[in-house]
């Protein structure tokens, strides 16, 4: 696969975290959900014209998530996204948060996300061009 993983850096501010500093759990799925939405626009798909061109939207179906050790109030992360598998209507991402300042890896989740029909939310295919440059 060629062009199926991305990096996105992260500051995490006060409004991230719980009343400790210390990130609230929560906000490491918006932190993912991120990362993937920049993959695809890295690719060459915004979200909003997959909606309005081709009718499809992605989903979470499931994930798995590990949280490792706790990123707090000014940190500087780095999301590491990679495509793990893809199906003909679905993709299961690997995502990493790391700590820029130790390397450290915060935080693991494994995504599976169905392409579903906007309007009626049931699983369709994948768009070709999509699938084309996700595989290479």
């Not at 626009?41 to 989903?59: H, P």
């Not at 299961?92 to 915060?106: E, G, R, T, Y």
């Amino acid at each position: 696969m060629v062009n199926n993983n991305a990096n996105l850096s992260i500051r995490v501010y006060y409004e991230d975290t719980d009343s400790g500093g210390v990130v609230y759990y929560a906000n490491y799925l918006k932190f993912i959900e991120r990362a993937r939405s920049e993959l695809l626009r890295n690719l060459g798909f915004e979200q909003d014209k997959l909606i309005s061109e081709q009718n499809i939207i992605f989903a979470v179906k499931s994930l798995s998530a590990d949280y490792l050790s706790p990123a707090r109030f000014n940190d500087l992360l780095r999301v590491q996204t990679e495509v793990e598998k893809s199906r003909p209507a679905s993709l299961v991402f690997s995502q990493k948060i790391m700590s820029d300042k130790q390397n450290k890896v915060l935080f693991e989740a494994q995504v599976t996300v169905a392409c579903l029909n906007a309007d009626s939310f049931k699983p369709c295919a994948i768009p070709s061009a999509i699938l084309e440059k996700i595989n290479g």
